[in-house]
């Protein structure tokens, strides 16, 4: 997860970050996808990382990885099996991108 090591099963959402740095804008779509990833398409929680590649890195705007599943898995195996994982996913991934975009209590301003 960021250092070669890989998840066991489960989905997991990165975002460009190092020890000193990262995209906060990132880390929040990030987190708002793996929520939806979790919760709509009921995957097993990898969690949210930090990664430093070039895909992430590079780019301007908010970047994220999605890994949804790990294809050695077995029992992630059988969930890509399922005709409808795709649709799922995708629109767990869609959910997540527009609930990113919405004000959230920790970025609302004060009264």
Same mark, same amino acid.
Not at 1 to 10: D, I, K, M
């Given at each position: ?10 989905s ?8 000193? #740095?990262? &995209? /906060?804008?990132?880390?929040? =779509? ?11 398409a009921?995957? $097993? ?25 790990? #294809?050695? &898995? /077995?029992?992630?195996?059988? =969930?890509a ?12 991934? $869609? ?9 959230s ?7």
């Open positions: 997860l960021g250092s070669g090591e890989q998840l066991a099963s489960g997991a959402c990165f975002h460009y970050g190092t020890p000193t #740095t990262r &995209s /906060p804008i990132g880390e929040r =779509l990030a987190g708002s996808i793996q929520s939806a990833l979790t919760r709509d009921h995957l $097993a929680d990898g969690g949210v990382h930090p990664l430093s590649i070039a895909i992430l890195r590079e780019t301007r705007m908010p970047a994220v990885r999605v890994e949804p599943l790990v #294809t050695t &898995s /077995p029992a992630d195996a059988q =969930l099996a399922d005709p409808g994982f795709p649709e799922r996913v995708g629109g767990a991934i $869609a959910s997540g991108i527009r609930a990113s975009s919405l004000p209590a920790d970025l609302a301003p004060s009264r």
